[in-house]
């Protein structure tokens, strides 16, 4: 059993920067793959970025590229996002979440962990 706890969230103004962190504990061997979503209210949840744990290669959704980097600490079993150049568009819950190999990376229902979330409000 993997647990995965957010932080960093909070409010900026437009342009501004935040720096998400997601520690990991428990079973974490058993991840391969961790990954961000977030989802604003009233709107479907939408995946931001994945790293792979051993690889170290990371993937970004279209919306992010050039604004985010996904980052890893295996010492501290502790995943980031770095946010810049925010916008008001990307106001909402942010989550991450952990999963094994197998199913697509950009795939919510394919990560079998998840945090409890940290909010991000650009205004």
């Known amino acids: 059993h993997v647990q995965l706890v957010e932080s960093g969230g909070g409010s900026v103004q437009t342009g501004g920067s935040l720096r998400l962190s997601c520690a990991a504990s428990?079973?974490?061997?058993?991840?391969?793959?961790v990954a961000w979503f977030r989802q604003a209210p009233g709107k479907e949840r939408e995946w931001v970025a994945t790293?792979?744990?051993?690889?170290?290669?990371?993937w970004y959704a279209d919306s992010m590229k050039g604004r985010a980097t996904i980052s890893q600490d295996s010492a501290k079993n502790t995943v980031y996002l770095q946010m810049n150049s925010l916008k008001p568009e990307d106001t909402g819950m942010y989550y991450c979440a952990a999963k094994r190999a197998g199913g697509a990376l950009s795939v919510g229902g394919t990560y079998g962990s998840w945090g409890q979330g940290t909010q991000v409000t650009v205004s």
């Open positions: 790293i792979s744990k051993r690889s170290v290669i990371t």
């Open positions: 428990g079973y974490t061997d058993s991840i391969d793959y």
